[in-house]
DNA sequence: CATCCTCTGAAAAATTCTTTTCATGACACC
DNA sequence: GGTGTCATGAAAAGAATTTTTCAGAGGATG
């Protein structure tokens, strides 16, 4: 067989699998504005990577070049292919042009919908709910829709590990109002509500809030009805070409959270973790003796 | 004056005049096919101008180099700069916020996370995957682990709106081994494993395997074991500036993957939503009635 | 816990690349 | 034609890169 044909990135990729520790590292650094980063001699390669020579070496030869330099010789082909014909390898996220892939027009969507939304986001808000959940005295209530679902329940998987007293409501709203029995002064309640806004959830909050709870409302750039009993609201864009809503950048709000409060209450947030593992380790091992 | 603002090309144009037979002619074999035909060693580039090695370090050397190497270090930034990154790098997302906050270094990873998956990945397998998943003959089983669950369940419930015959497996493994029991030669199983891979994982994409199901793995650029069974695999970034790994990238994905099953069918499930709109609506009337 | 095996990088060896030196030849000017 | 200057490349010297060797680290296995 030849290497002829697929370029230096496939044949990285399909021999991912069999590479060492070492090895899978200088590949990532190579992927890793690829095709630029393996212009350098051996040494540098390597240096960046953080991994020897040697290394490099042995893993051009896995892959099926004669040596470093004619790995490189490829890599020059492939740089010539790419430079003078924009379109080869390319085309994909590059151009703005109709008919582009579903891929680089979602992409463009998500750009803007992050961007908007960091624009009109209030960093003090973010900051207030991230230290508003990392109280600890405080009972966490998640709750989403049909299709936000999925981000309460996320949302709640991590704040979970992270912290006590959290609970995730089922997205059936028929049990929810033994949830906010029981609520206390100064539980929160955090509310997904995007789009085609659930009836229920100004219920739920109405209740909620009538039990002292501090609520907190993740909904689209419209504003659930939620959203006016709520503490803080994040109103993040979802556009995207589909005819569904994008839940991206409100995932990526979550996931900033989570790292904001785990990191403002790390030393305690550590043993949890450690003890949580080791229930894991054991489920496993009553999973399947041996 | 330092080079380092002007173009490599810019540099041996202005000083064209001044140059010798040889160095003319190196210059032109250069300029011809630039910046690409620089990247080779002096050697290579010497003979590809038919002249001397001597000459192109004289040359060089009069542009305002130190050496040949940096002359061709130039070159190598310039080839960067012409290849890549198409997402502008943003110093500050949020307004009215330092730098290093939170979100602004959030989103700065996601950012790199998607630019780097894009580029790895392949548009071809994207597109091979979409029709698999457009085929509403073949059965659809979604699984994912403790975190990946939750990403599991949105591909579901939005895959559940479009076509028939998907089915969500508990995270819980001990029930794994009845699905695979259910599922027919050409169904699909979509598995969620990401770094912490479940163990269990692999064992149920054997059991699929052996029935004939195939396989589309989301993983992590790492790479579940259960991708070495799956016909097709998502390598995606997960690197965040956190504890955990970010699952926007792969949620990123999932939504351009609905939009394009979507697109291929809509037709039918243009049909299958309104019904479906019109049961839910049924539903919250019979559960408050007026 | 001993043994085997694989992976890894330090260091040496081999090779290639880069620079310098220098001899030759071309050309201009006296 | 003599002389000087410059351009050029062959070849040597010098410096790097690339490859190989090898020993130790670490992990799996019995």
Same sequence: chains 1, 2.
Avoid: C
């Avoid at 405080?138 to 590990?161: D, K, N």
Wanted: charged letters at 20%; zero cysteines.
């Amino acid at each position: 067989m030849t290497v002829a044909s697929k370029t230096v990135s496939d044949v990285i990729h399909s021999h991912f699998g069999l590479l060492t520790r070492a090895e899978k590292q200088l590949a990532e650094s190579l992927l890793d504005n690829y095709p630029v980063s393996g212009l350098g001699s051996i040494t540098t390669i390597a240096e960046n990577a953080g991994v020897s020579t040697p290394t490099v070496v042995r893993m051009v030869q896995k892959l099926g070049f004669k040596g470093y330099p004619d790995f490189q010789a490829h890599l020059h082909l492939e740089v010539e292919a790419t430079i003078s014909n924009p379109i080869a390898k390319h085309d994909r996220w590059a151009q703005n042009a109709p008919g582009t892939h579903i891929l680089n027009r979602f992409a463009d969507a998500i750009m803007g919908n992050l961007r908007q939304t960091l624009t009109d986001l209030d960093t003090a808000t973010f900051d207030s709910v991230a230290s508003l959940l990392s109280d600890r005295k405080r009972g966490l209530y998640f709750v989403g829709g049909r299709i936000t679902g999925a981000l309460a329940e996320y949302f709640f998987t991590h704040m979970q590990v992270i912290r006590p007293a959290t609970t995730l409501l089922s997205s059936n709203s028929s049990s929810w109002p033994q949830y906010a029995l029981n609520m206390n002064a100064g539980d929160i309640l955090i509310i997904f509500d995007i789009r085609r806004y659930e009836q229920e959830m100004v219920s739920l909050a109405t209740a909620a809030r009538k039990r002292g709870a501090e609520i907190v409302v993740f909904t689209d750039q419209w504003g659930s009805p939620a959203a006016k009993l709520a503490r803080h609201a994040f109103r993040v864009r979802i556009e995207a070409p589909s005819a569904w809503d994008s839940s991206v950048v409100t995932l990526f709000i979550v996931e900033a959270l989570i790292e904001a409060v785990q990191n403002s209450t790390w030393d305690e947030t550590k043993e949890r973790m450690k003890t949580l593992e080791g229930l894991f380790e054991q489920t496993k091992l009553f999973r399947k003796p041996g």
